[in-house]
């Protein structure tokens, strides 16, 4: 049988498990909200954590809280911050939109978790929630800067890393394949030859550029709305906590954050998160590309374009003995599909905003994070189990470039764009070659065939 503790909140008093640090508001949050599996991402306790432990040293630097409930305090964070207290958040998403009841589960499991180091020390001072670990601060505020927080060096710390793995993979493949001639296709027919160096090139430039717009427009997420407190006043705070706070951030975290020039725009408006989102949309878009590109050249393997050979990774079918399918592919492009669908989501709880306040936070950032993961680990996945074994079929590659009519472009210069529509036409029609083709008309000599069609000259 489960063990309780009495907690104490404004509305009274409430059972917790005697085995919990949260208090009476997490309780409550947790048994109001039984909605759904989705968690608060862990992501965005760490960032809270930080701010108190940020806000803790700069109050106690201000002398409105004590060196003793500061240390205690600041331990705390440090404790939660190694993982070791996961298990001691556990709202789900779907709670009051500005995320007041994860704020609060934050601070009561870092003062009961500082009052219980004071109590191991003798200590006479306790630690309260909302007037010490809270202090200069409104859920208004935190819960906001911790959004951008926790976005931007997820950003940085996982989905740029994958990012630029899956572009290392595409370089070494774009390198081992750069003079192998193949056929280009446009509006999914045959056209002009290309390298398959070169169509990998296409898709490594798409993530040089896709890095850059996330490096551009990430910076945004660096301005913070500490300080704003309930409706961007700052009231109870001193005049120089925000920018202390945010300098005291940025030491912690490493990451050049600063305050919000403006705290009302701040707690009411997240374009910049609806900004930063689009470039993962973007990403998302060119990865749905690539995937594509990367199953269709690969279909077959004998009844379809047949280019390239994935690697095996499983069985395919449950029917079809010896069926491989490009299943890396599938799951990118299924991520893709979500990330879409968390774009959406995204710019409109962040078109919500009420007066002072959006309250659609938790499902702004459960969405950005959620996107941020799985792009993250679908490129690191598709880049090991898929782009790096990826092989060339270099003998369907060359059957198809031989037997491609738009090889026909290059006699233009030579008899003129109809002439060699009429060759083209002719040795589809007839099934010819379209040197037999071209010989049948009288336009051009075998000699000169020879000579003017060479599909390694045209890439």
Same mark, same amino acid.
């Given at each position: 049988m489960e063990n309780f503790r009495i907690e104490k909140d404004t509305l009274g008093e409430v059972q917790v498990p005697s085995e919990k640090y949260w208090g009476a508001q997490t309780q409550r949050s947790k048994e109001n909200f039984k909605i759904g599996t989705e968690k608060m991402p862990i992501e965005v306790i760490y960032a809270l954590t930080n701010i108190k432990k940020a806000a803790s040293l700069v109050n106690n630097q201000l002398g409105k809280l004590n060196s003793e409930k500061m240390t205690a305090i600041q331990n705390a964070c440090n404790e939660i911050l190694t993982g070791n207290f996961d298990d001691q958040f556990p709202l789900v998403v779907w709670q009051t939109g500005s995320g007041t009841q994860t704020n609060m589960n934050v601070n009561e499991v870092i003062a009961n978790r500082a009052n219980e180091l004071l109590r191991s020390q003798n200590s006479e001072e306790k630690v309260h929630a909302n007037d010490d670990v809270n202090m200069s601060q409104s859920s208004n505020d935190t819960f906001p800067s911790a959004m951008h927080m926790a976005a931007y060096q997820f950003l940085n710390v996982n989905l740029i890393p994958a990012l630029q793995e899956l572009k290392s993979a595409l370089i070494s493949k774009e390198k081992e394949f750069e003079g192998l001639v193949k056929i280009g296709r446009t509006h999914l027919q045959d056209a002009t030859p290309i390298t398959l160096g070169q169509e990998i090139s296409g898709w490594r430039a798409m993530l040089d550029k896709n890095e850059k717009m996330v490096n551009e427009v990430g910076k945004y997420l660096l301005d913070l709305a500490i300080g704003g407190t309930a409706v961007g006043t700052g009231l109870n705070t001193h005049p120089e906590f925000a920018e202390r706070v945010a300098k005291e951030i940025s030491n912690l975290t490493n990451y050049p954050f600063k305050t919000s020039e403006n705290k009302f725009q701040a707690l009411t408006s997240h374009n910049e998160i609806v900004l930063v989102h689009g470039s993962l949309k973007a990403l998302a878009a060119d990865l749905m590309k690539i995937a594509? =590109?990367?199953?269709?050249?690969?279909? $077959?393997?004998?009844? $379809? /374009?047949?280019?390239?050979?994935?690697?095996?990774?499983? !069985?395919? &079918?449950?029917? +079809?003995?010896?069926?491989?399918?490009?299943?890396?592919?599938? *799951?990118?492009? +299924?991520?893709?599909?979500?990330?879409? #669908?968390? =774009?959406?989501? /995204? $710019?409109?709880?962040?078109?919500?905003?009420?007066?002072? @306040?959006?309250?659609?936070?938790?499902?702004?950032?459960?969405?950005?994070?959620?996107?941020?993961?799985?792009?993250? =680990?679908? +490129?690191?996945?598709?880049?090991?189990?898929?782009?790096? #074994?990826? *092989?060339?079929?270099?003998?369907?590659?060359?059957?198809? @470039?031989?037997? &491609?009519?738009?090889?026909?472009?290059?006699?233009?210069?030579? /008899? #003129?764009?109809?002439?060699?529509?009429?060759? *083209?036409? @002719?040795?589809?029609?007839?099934? @010819?070659?379209?040197?037999?083709?071209?010989?049948?008309?009288?336009?051009?000599?075998?000699?000169?065939?020879?000579?003017?069609?060479? !599909?390694?000259? +045209?890439?």
């Open positions: 594509n =590109d990367i199953r269709f050249l690969a279909s $077959g393997p004998r009844s $379809g /374009i047949g280019e390239l050979i994935l690697p095996v990774n499983e !069985p395919g &079918s449950s029917i +079809m003995p010896g069926k491989v399918n490009p299943t890396q592919s599938e *799951a990118l492009t +299924m991520i893709v599909c979500q990330v879409f #669908g968390n =774009d959406f989501t /995204i $710019g409109f709880a962040a078109s919500q905003g009420n007066f002072e @306040l959006n309250v659609f936070k938790p499902v702004i950032i459960y969405n950005f994070i959620q996107s941020i993961r799985l792009l993250s =680990d679908g +490129m690191r996945t598709f880049s090991e189990k898929c782009v790096k #074994g990826i *092989a060339a079929n270099k003998k369907v590659i060359k059957s198809h @470039l031989e037997q &491609s009519l738009m090889l026909v472009t290059a006699l233009n210069p030579h /008899i #003129g764009y109809e002439k060699a529509a009429e060759i *083209a036409k @002719l040795a589809y029609k007839e099934n @010819l070659t379209l040197k037999e083709a071209a010989q049948k008309t009288g336009y051009v000599s075998p000699e000169q065939f020879d000579q003017w069609i060479k !599909p390694e000259n +045209m890439v």
